[in-house]
């Protein structure tokens, strides 16, 4: 079975500045997706940025991008010049590509991120 | 449809009255998934469907919970004789098919209060 971890309950940053969340994760596949998910007070869950474990370049999403470090199995986003309506509860999330776990998400606890002015 | 669409938004129930939350998936998605998010904010996995056909059900607690996906219907979690811990929001979420990418699109989510 698959674990996520994401050790900082709760993250602050001021507004244009940069910040890291941290994921780990632990799994015996070769093949998987990790996702950064943003959940605002809404409560609807956004698609922040994805990475294929097949792939060593790191994704970039505009102002999100990841590190990736398939053998250390830690995933962490960076928001760089952070905004008011970046606030939100951030989940880590695994899947596995294929077999009879397909598309079953695997979530973190979140990270509160706070972004002030 | 273009999006995941919830219903109801809210549902309010009394203990041990029964619950019912629809969910409509994105037209041609193969895969249909059911996750509970409670007050800590923790995700759990329920249960999936491949069309109408259950895929995964490790998650579901199998006394009182039962979904289905029927044809050309919504598809549909039905939580028997509630209990205060059900009080949850309920997301559904739908894939396409194997090999054709795994992101998964999310409901907004019903909020279930059971007092």
């Known amino acids: 079975a698959q674990t996520v971890t994401q050790s900082q309950p709760e993250m602050s940053v001021q507004e244009a500045e940069t910040v890291t969340l941290s994921c780990t994760y632990d799994?015996?596949?070769?093949?998987?997706?990790l996702f950064w998910y943003k959940q605002p007070p809404s409560r609807q869950m956004i698609l922040v940025i994805r990475?294929?474990?097949?792939?060593?370049q790191n994704a970039t999403e505009n102002r999100f991008s990841v590190n990736f470090q398939k053998a250390a199995k830690s995933f962490s986003l960076k928001i760089s010049d952070s905004q008011l309506g970046d606030t939100a509860m951030y989940f880590c999330?695994?899947?596995?590509?294929?077999?009879?776990?397909?598309?079953?998400?695997?979530f973190g606890q979140g990270t509160i991120l706070t972004v002030h002015p | 449809g273009e999006e995941v669409a919830q219903t109801p938004k809210h549902l309010v129930r009394g203990e041990g009255q029964k619950a019912k939350l629809y969910c409509a998936p994105i037209?041609?998605?193969?895969?249909v998934f059911w996750y509970q998010q409670v007050l800590k904010n923790e995700f759990k996995f329920l249960i999936s469907?491949?069309?109408?056909?259950?895929?995964?059900e490790t998650g579901m607690p199998k006394e009182r919970f039962s979904a289905k996906c029927l044809p050309n219907s919504p598809c549909s979690l039905e939580i028997q004789a509630t209990k205060l811990e059900d009080s949850a929001v309920y997301f559904c979420?739908?894939?396409?098919?194997?090999?054709?990418?795994?992101?998964?699109?999310f409901g907004q989510g019903t909020r279930l209060t059971v007092v």
């Open positions: 037209k041609g998605h193969s895969y």
């Open positions: 999330a695994f899947v596995s590509a294929g077999g009879t776990s397909y598309g079953k998400l695997t």
């Open positions: 990475q294929e474990a097949y792939k060593q």
């Open positions: 799994t015996s596949e070769n093949n998987y997706y």
């Open positions: 469907f491949q069309n109408e056909n259950v895929f995964d």
């Open positions: 979420a739908s894939s396409p098919q194997q090999g054709m990418g795994t992101e998964a699109f």
